[in-house]
């Protein structure tokens, strides 16, 4: 891991849970972890009540467009976080993974999204001690 290390957050929509958790590592670790987010079939659009969440949080993610999950991101990010892709993300010898278990925000509202937001905070929360124990 270089001493910039990249995290590349998946799911399949790439429009509700790695957005959030995406959008949770930039405002909580700045600059000093790469943050990546893709999906293994993405929205044309981030879904509105995620927005709408993360917004409540002082987060503004409606500037984020959902990425197709390549090949290339998954090989060079240093941990890929999954969020129920299922057999759609590739698996790559030596890399570290975290398969993050969350309810969809699909076809949900905000008062759904809530606790999956504050649960994906506690999660990444987590991963930056784990990467950054001295920050």
């Known amino acids: 891991m270089s001493d910039k290390p990249s995290v590349l957050f998946v799911c399949v929509h790439n429009a509700g849970r790695s957005q959030m958790a995406a959008g949770w590592l930039r405002h909580l670790a700045g600059d000093s972890i790469e943050v990546r987010s893709a999906g293994s079939a993405p929205a044309e659009t981030v879904n509105p009540a995620v927005v709408q969440a993360m917004r409540e949080v002082g987060i503004d993610i409606a500037d984020q ?3 197709i ?3 290339a991101t998954a090989e060079s990010s240093d ?10 993300c590739p698996v790559f010898p030596g890399k570290r993974y975290e398969d993050w278990k ?16 504050d649960e994906i905070r506690a999660r990444v929360q987590r991963l930056i001690v784990d990467l950054r124990p001295t920050a």
């Open 65 to 67: 467009t959902p990425t």
């Open 102 to 117: 969350l309810d969809d925000p699909a076809g949900r509202g905000v008062d759904a999204v809530r606790p999956i937001r």
């Open 79 to 88: 941990i890929i976080v999954t969020m129920g892709c299922g057999d759609a």
């Open 69 to 71: 999950l390549e090949y």
